[in-house]
């Protein structure tokens, strides 16, 4: 995982574990630097404004755009 970037990730989640694997990380987990877990937005739990969130929003897209 060193070595992939966030889209990459998101697209080894779908490969190993399909729809429901993507479904869960989105749900259930967050990187969000403030711990914000209100607000679930489609790529997952966080406040959408720290350097994290951005970083996941931004990879979760371009994963997006490619499927």
Known sequence: LMWLD?????EL???L????LVDTII???HTCY?????PLHAWGHGC???PACALRR????RWQAKI
Do not use: D, I, N, V
């Open 6 to 10: 966030k889209a990459q990730t998101w």
């Open 13 to 15: 989640a779908r490969t």
């Open 17 to 20: 574990g399909g729809t429901a």
């Open 27 to 29: 749900t259930l987990s």
């Open 34 to 38: 403030l711990g914000e877990r209100g």
């Open 48 to 50: 959408g404004h720290c």
């Open 58 to 61: 931004t990879g979760f897209e």
